[in-house]
Nanobody
Framework: QVQLVESGGGLVQAGGSLRLSCAAS????????MAWFRQAPGKEREFVAAIGWSRDMTYYPDSVKGRFTISRDNSKKAVDLQINSLKPEDTAVYYC????????????????WGQGTQVTVSS
């Protein structure tokens, strides 16, 4: 049974930073692609970052490139998302997800999901 548990969300002022963490269990973590998505009220789930089995294999949409950094520690089965220069439009529930094999930006291709952590950015 794969389990993903996110933490680190909260309320922050615009321009601030947050570090989200995802703890994984129940699968061969090292060989799975890990990703972060977010979903704001009334909007579709949006891809924001992914990392492959190698820490060098990172992927971001242009909308967050330069502000979001994904990293993983295979020994701890953990993946983090560092978010800098937060904007009010970053307000959303952030989800950790995983899938075996290669990277994908489509949420429907991910097999397992965490419960989400709320990030709220005040202006």
């Amino acid at each position: 049974q794969v389990q993903l548990v996110e933490s680190g969300g909260g309320l922050v002022q615009a321009g601030g930073s947050l570090r989200l963490s995802c703890a994984a269990s129940g699968h061969t973590f090292s060989f799975w692609t890990m990703a972060w998505f977010r979903q704001a009220p009334g909007k579709e789930r949006e891809f924001v970052a992914a990392i492959g089995w190698s820490r060098d294999m990172t992927y971001y949409p242009d909308s967050v490139k330069g502000r979001f950094t994904i990293s993983r520690d295979n020994s701890k089965k953990a993946v983090d998302l560092q978010i800098n220069s937060l904007k009010p439009e970053d307000t959303a529930v952030y989800y950790c997800a995983c899938r075996p094999g290669s990277y994908s930006s489509s949420w429907s291709t991910y097999d397992y999901w965490g419960q989400g952590t709320q990030v709220t950015v005040s202006s």
